[in-house]
């Protein structure tokens, strides 16, 4: 394994120790709660349009919206200033502070100030700043950063911070219980917020009609360090101004729910600045309180590079993000290892990429890029729709065309891909894995064996990445288009029901040559005509690894291949989930609209088209059910087709066949394509395979037969459990006859 | 207002471990006496009833410190969350309702909406044209999961019970 491979392994290593049991329950106890809250709400799709349709709406006409709240601001007594960049807005914030002598600043927690590190500024003027959210306050003691955008310190046990706040703070009784831990730094913070001087909050939205500032928190700290000093600063990114108050609604309805999973927050301040409220000055603590006009109230607006993602068509979309967290809590890598293996200069987690890329650059979005594996399991979750994982790959490109890497020509007889020169040479060897395969398919056995001896092994882990723990996949002499060549279809086009064109994957088509055969055998069983063309791959593998020209031009051959067969009506069946995922979604951005509508619509995963195939009439009694002593089904649906909606086809088929389905939830298997193969991030494909594998390890579900729709999945579930794995057409396909 | 919107809001309020009380003008000050302990602080009531003597109208900071209960008046209850609004006054009742261990929140039964699109409805002009410019959606007491468990009280009240005035 290379140094730099040898290194993340280990920071990952590191942070599963020590920080994954924490952040585990934690983000897994959210994203359960996301799922329940979001069940009970009638109109959720409904409200996330309606979220969507406010921010594209808003940041379309940002410029007149920021003029329209300044003068709204303005008008009600306070002031606005729109900052180029953060040392911009730590001026003008210093300069706030210094005007009102202020020796110290409380603060309620915002990733906005995170990101342009005031306190660290502010201190360095002498000034006092203490964080008034819990978790952030334990951060603050403990010197350390944010993991997560709206639980900083998710990934600290109660036992670590009741060590923590006893060696620094040494109280009388030693603090154990959470309630004795909160009751000690609510009452710690008090004394701090009452001889404050100067309060700062971020915001989570901003209104233009009326200057109203949105606060979406559960303990009160906001309200506090608002309302009890004379002073206010509130620091937003200007992405958060939205044009009328009624526009928070859906925003209120959505953003705890996507987060933590509660319906709403304890409390959902609605400030329009200076508040009419009174001072509360606790040196004066026998006058009574009363509103004296003096409130003083500063909007600092930070634009620190998002003029600019505004301008850019695909990093645009990163603007509409509300900060919930739900990208970060549906991530299965986030739920193993959290947010600070991510990295990044301040945010962590799912959209954390297109921030970073926007706001810090390329260099601080690229250090740990990869953990996004594009499962498209937050594309669901995110309440205003955004596609993150599109984002990732997008910003995964640039990344590739900015580096430098001195082994290209090891791989550029290998793979002939349209990128530029300098993509990391194991990203173009995944990257051009159809390319791999057919050399492996034509020299199979041969190529099998030498793959599988110690030197190859060696060498593919030296050069590649490619970690030795991991079985290869095996290559089939005869591949699944040959097959079918020599043994053509066995429903004539003239007596068939329907005709479909079966989509050989590189996997089905060179290695699980298997499941293919199964599924020619199911649709002819329900009387289809079948094909099996010999047709280019979709271009998942170099999606995968950033390299979009070589992806697009994939997609631009693969549809040209399949277009006439779409023109004589014949239906395109997909056995591997992730394919037909990129025909639905990613496609959209490569091919002409006329074109991605006719093949998306036109495309089924082959568990989808068996289902529609028996719903019109096809007789089940043609498929094989359970066989008597059946021990039930335990099924894995792919990731991409969770957020696709289509598991549930699958569990229909083999339901109406008879057979007993036990569908696991885990958001992920943890493979994802080639990400498990990659030596630097083995381990940690293995913690999140191993949820799986207690599901399918109970007493419930372990002598069930194992089924899973995604190659990636089957590798994964074989290399976590004792019995093999198949897909669900290899159980319910008739036998050869 | 429908009943249905008044019995929801109750279920939401019992969800929440929310108390509850119903109270004619007549019944109001003995309702208050029930629910509330001493040292209260309060601000006037934009309603029907007025707040008895006990309760301290005129807070000085160390008033808020001692304080175990606030009494302020809500402008809207929200059944399907079981939120009050809050709207911040001149009278204090931003801090008189955040200091205190108890926050006692009296709203109109009449003002009960059902859900949030209502509320905005209201805030969207309010805000605009009205007497109230701010105001907090309040929903239940104070919380902290940061500790490693949910805590209630983190810097609000530990403790809220809604009155509804019967006018």
């Known amino acids: 394994m290379s140094k730099s491979r040898a290194d993340k392994a280990a920071r990952i290593r590191r942070l599963l120790d020590t920080e994954g049991e924490a952040v585990k329950s934690n983000t ?226 959505l953003i705890g729910r996507s987060g933590t999973g509660q319906d709403i927050t304890s409390y959902v301040s609605l400030l329009t600045p200076p508040v009419d409220s009174p001072t509360v000055d606790f040196d004066d603590p026998d006058t009574p309180i009363a509103a004296d006009g003096d409130r003083d109230f500063h909007l600092v607006l930070i634009d620190n590079g998002r003029f600019d993602m505004r301008e850019d068509e695909q990093l645009k979309e990163t603007l509409y993000c509300i900060r919930c967290s739900a990208c970060s809590n549906v991530c299965a890598n986030f739920q193993s290892v959290g947010g600070h293996a991510f990295g990044g200069e301040t945010y962590s987690g799912g959209i954390a990429t297109g921030w970073e890329a926007g706001i810090e650059g390329l260099d601080t979005a690229g250090e740990f890029n990869d953990l996004c594996t594009g499962c498209s399991r937050c594309v669901d979750a995110c309440p205003v729709k955004i596609d993150i994982p599109w984002i990732n790959t997008v910003v995964r490109d640039r990344i590739n065309r900015g580096t430098d890497h001195e082994f290209d020509w090891l791989v550029d007889g290998l793979t002939p891909d349209a990128e530029a020169e300098g993509v990391d040479l194991q990203k173009r060897f995944f990257g051009n894995f159809s390319t791999v395969a057919s050399v492996g398919s034509a020299l199979a056995p041969l190529s099998n064996w030498v793959a599988s001896t110690d030197v190859s092994r060696r060498l593919l882990a030296s050069t590649l990445g490619v970690d030795a723990r991991r079985d290869l996949p095996s290559f089939e002499r005869e591949t699944l288009v040959d097959w079918f060549e020599s043994r053509g279809p066995r429903v004539s086009a003239s007596e068939a029901a329907r005709e479909a064109v079966l989509y050989p994957d590189v996997y089905t088509n060179h290695a699980m040559v298997d499941r293919g055969k199964a599924a020619v055998r199911a649709l002819e069983a329900l009387g289809v005509h079948v094909r099996v063309p010999d047709v280019p791959s979709s271009g998942r593998a170099p999606l995968s690894q950033g390299m979009l020209a070589t992806a697009e031009e994939h997609a631009h051959d693969l549809y040209a291949a399949l277009a006439e067969h779409i023109d004589a009506g014949r239906d395109v069946v997909v056995i591997e989930p992730s394919d037909l995922a990129m025909f639905d979604r990613e496609y959209e951005k490569f091919l002409a609209p006329r074109s991605h509508e006719r093949l998306s619509e036109g495309s089924y995963e082959v568990m989808e088209y068996l289902y529609g195939l028996l719903e019109n009439g096809a007789d089940p009694d043609a498929l094989r059910g359970p066989p008597a002593t059946d021990p039930g089904v335990a099924y894995h649906a792919h990731c991409q087709q969770r957020t696709l909606g289509l598991a549930g086809y699958t569990e229909a088929v083999l339901g109406d066949l008879g057979y007993d389905v036990v569908t696991s939830d885990v958001e992920c298997c943890g493979m994802a394509g080639s990400f498990g193969y990659k030596s630097e991030y083995y381990e940690l494909s293995m913690d999140v395979g191993s949820e799986l594998e207690a599901q399918f390890s109970t007493r419930e579900t372990r002598h069930r037969t194992v089924v899973a729709s995604g190659t990636s999945c089957l590798e994964q579930l074989d290399s976590l459990l004792a019995r093999p794995s198949r897909h669900p057409v290899q159980l319910v396909a008739p036998g050869e006859n | 207002m429908a009943t249905g919107t008044v019995t929801r809001f109750e279920a939401s309020l019992d969800r929440l471990d929310v108390g509850w009380t119903h109270a004619t003008t007549d019944e109001f000050e003995s309702v208050l006496a029930d629910v509330a302990t001493e040292p209260a602080v309060g601000t006037p009531l934009p309603f029907d009833v007025a707040l008895p003597d006990w309760v301290n109208t005129t807070p000085t900071p160390a008033d808020l410190d001692e304080a175990t209960t606030g009494v302020t008046a809500a402008a809207l209850g929200i059944a399907s ?55 907090i959606i309040a929903t239940g007491p104070s919380a902290t999961a940061d500790m490693g468990e949910l805590v209630t009280g983190a810097h609000g009240p530990k403790a809220v019970h809604v009155v509804m005035l019967d006018e």
């Open chain 2, 81 to 135: 969350y079981g939120s009050v609004v809050l709207p911040s006054t001149t009278a204090g009742g931003e801090p008189v309702s955040l200091f205190p261990d108890l926050h006692v929140a009296v709203v109109r039964t009449s003002d009960v909406v059902p859900g949030m699109p209502e509320a905005f409805e209201w805030f969207g002009p309010e805000f605009r044209e009205g007497d109230h410019s701010s105001a």
């Open chain 1, 28 to 253: 897994r106890g959210f994203n359960q709660g996301r799922y329940d809250s979001v069940a009970k709400l009638e109109s959720y799709e409904e409200l996330k349009d309606r979220a969507r349709a406010i921010k594209e709406d808003a940041i379309e006409r940002l410029p007149e919206l920021i003029d329209e709240l300044t003068q709204t601001i303005e008008e009600n007594g306070g002031t606005v200033y729109v900052a180029d960049d953060a040392a911009d807005a730590n001026r003008y914030v210093r300069e706030v502070c210094r005007e009102k002598d202020a020796d110290r600043v409380v603060k309620s927690k915002s990733m906005t100030s995170e990101e342009i590190e005031v306190n660290e500024f502010l201190e360095a003027d002498g000034i006092e700043v203490v964080e008034t959210d819990l978790g952030e306050w334990v951060l603050q003691v403990a010197d350390e950063s944010p993991s997560h955008i709206v639980a900083p310190a998710i990934h600290k046990s109660r036992e670590g911070i009741a060590r923590l706040f006893n060696e620094t703070f040494d109280p009388d009784d030693e603090l154990e219980t959470a309630k004795e831990l909160t009751m000690f730094a609510r009452e710690r913070l008090l004394e701090k917020i009452k001889g404050a001087d100067v309060g700062m909050t971020g915001a989570n939205f901003v209104t233009a009609d009326t200057g109203t500032i949105a606060l979406v928190t559960s303990e009160g700290n906001a309200r506090k360090s608002a309302v009890v000093p004379e002073t206010h600063v509130a620091v937003a990114g200007v992405e958060k101004v939205i044009p009328a108050v009624e526009d928070l609604q859906p925003f209120v309805e």
